[in-house]
């Protein structure tokens, strides 16, 4: 076995490594860490101070104003102040786990971010830059695994969170961890299934060429799967970032912040940076495989295309952090059975059925059937089986209402 | 309570089988029988003592020690949690001993005392006329209709009746103190829920009518304004417009809670047929103000048993139907618009005159006269020092406060201070549904159904 086939299921892609693997590409590839991960960093910062100044704009507030030009050096302060905290652990925790968990939430968050093409000219080109003589993908790995990566990357997240809680040996942080095991798990599947209408779509795993094949405005997901996955994929998502509505996981008027409760310092911290980070990379990934990725218009200076890609996307990352940051300031928070009543009974047989009518027009289309008449079919049988499902759970609320159980 | 203790029936069984001598006995009715006699019907939730009681009879010491979460994960048994007192949605300093299962509450019980201060022992201390200093700061949120009932009972035992225009002054800054009152339960029932922003849109309107208390009293909270005799001092100059301005600033404001909360699904889901309570066991637990009305049950003493002008001014009473957080809710919200009301009718019925009694033993002279009569100067300093004295007798007033009825029992021996002074607290009666409401709910209900309550922890601890 050579060294090739271990690297290449995860790199293959990026036309970087057509020609093997020399210093000069590790080099490449060095930078490129360190670059992601500096602007990843500096952009969870500037996360923060935006949810804090936009939230503050909402409420009528004037927000951090301190530190720094209009208080962007806040985030930084709290950092400096949180690591000179004392730190403390419970007595009654298991201390390994316990200071295993802040990274366990951290890492995946930035890992999962490595995936997301930032840039790149896909208007005109075929979305590669090239640097002192070497073609490359404007993201720091392109495995042809992508999309799962970036479930694998998010499942890994909810250890975190759950260990964390279990870890404390205290009793609100036990309830948090169990909201997390159960909220992430559900949601879960329904991001997963929302996310393989677009697969179908774009016929590949490689967060490149979804991109790629979004190339011009009309031809985004957003529009090609018909809007439910995405929106699916919205809510999922801010359930899977326990972003509120959907923050019972922390939940502070209830169990008193939840999984972190016992976490103080740097600990807390991480956790912290993670949660953000995780909301710059969903939105990264949201825009990635809906919006285009950083598909955009070119009106001049079409020789840098690249640039402008990067402009798109953080266009459109920052668009969906105000959307995340909205629905903290208007949506209050649902109930744990009202959390799993959308996910189980909602948003996972929609999404499923939504998939399964895609699936069937596209086989439409290669097979050459009246398509016509077969979405009507799907569609069809979409609304019948959500009339069905509906009635089924209208039967069973009734059975438990009048004490008989459901069988 | 111990004749409703769920093994009584037993008990008699026993006693009755000892022997002959208990047919000779006169036929006294069994704890069984006499229980059965006392619980209203409707409200047999409320009455039980078995194990399905609403409320786990446990020590609070004892509650305190299970604190260890159990190790053995495959353990059904039920964990004690300790919700309070240092815990952001408890209203200040609650503790609940919850028994949960899961995040189902089975039993809970509010455990009280952590911001005892013994005012209603000072109470006894203090004259009449510093009584009020020390009552409004029982429920601090409507700090007015303390000072209001207190004055009222001291003024019943004096046998004195206040001027209109005090009496009018009274009624209208007690409805801006409610509007006050019920914007802060808007601002922390949206926080319990998750509304974050409710919090702070909620607190900014209070501190706008707060403004208006202060440019009156000179105070924003713990006022003193309103006194055995009158109210302090008169309305200042101007008061017409600000008022007038507040009352043409709020609505609008009050109807983007309705856009933001009445209509929103989520807070329909979170309050709607949460935290239910009926009318009879609203009534057999004593229970008043908005939780009463959102059972059902029409009960406002300024309707049913008025006092100062409220038979003058024209106003809805408010109620709900299901007795659920959201009725709650919507019973405190639709009051402030009849506060508003109120206050407006307030604004145009006010008569000229005094502000407060010229009766010269309990209104102290006036600035101005002490620097040019040396009797005015001694009257000043003995009523400010040894205080008025009040005929001897005891009498019971009760007001409508935000939270419900609020009574001052007040005994007097002929002295300048009261004998006794207890203040009925509906903070402190309210908080008895809140096991009965809590039962079999999850504990986000729970949160939601402390708020719905709107405890106010000064006043049950006093």
Redesign the interface.
Known sequence: MNLASLYRPLVAVDPLFTAGVGLEEVLIVALKVVVAFTLLLVSVMLMIWFERKLHADMTNRVGPNIAGPFGLLQTLADGIKLFFKEDLRPAAGDKRVFGLAPYLTLIPAFLMFTVVPVGGDFHNGDGTVTWFGNTTHLQVADPPIGILFVLAMSSMAVYGIMLAGWSSGSKYPLFGSVRASAQMVSYEAALGLSLVAVLIKSGTLSTHEIVASQADGWNWNLWVTGFIPFIVFMIASTAELNRPPFDLVEAEQEIVGGFHTEYSSIRFSLFFLGEYMNVVTMSGVMVTLFFGGPDGPIPFLTSLGWLWGIFWFVLKVVAFCFTFIWFRATLPRFRYDQLMDLGWKLLIPLSLGWLIALASLDLARSEGWNRGLVGVIAFGGLVLMGLLLNAAVNAGQRKRLAGEGVD | MTLLDDNSTTGTAAKSGAGETAKSEPSRPSAAELGAALIAPGAERVHRRDETSAVIRIDEADAEMVE??DPDPMSDEP?I?NMGPV???THGVLRLVLEMQ??QVLRSKPVIGYLHTGMEKTGETLSYLQGTTNVTRMDYASPLFNELVFSLATETLLDIEVPPRAQWIRTMMCELNRISSHLLFQATN????????MM??GN?LREETLRLLEKVTGLRMNNNYIRPGGVAVDLPDGWREDVMALMDHLPPLIDEFDT??TG?P??R??LQGVGTINAEECLALGVTGPILRGSGYAWDLRRDMPYLKYDEVDFDVIIGTYGDCFDRYAVRLNEMRESMKIVRQCVEMMPPGDYRIQDKKVTPPPRARIDESMEALIHHFKIFTEGFKVPEGEVYVAVESPRGELGCYMVSDGGAHPYRMHIRAPSFVNLQTMPHMMQDS??????AIISSVDPVLGEVDR
């Open positions: 260890a979460v964990m949690i815990h952001p949605s899961g995040e949206g926080m319990d829920v998750g509304a974050v922003s702070l849109y900014r933001l909360l929103q989520i807070f889901e979170r999850l504990v986000a209900d729970a949160v």
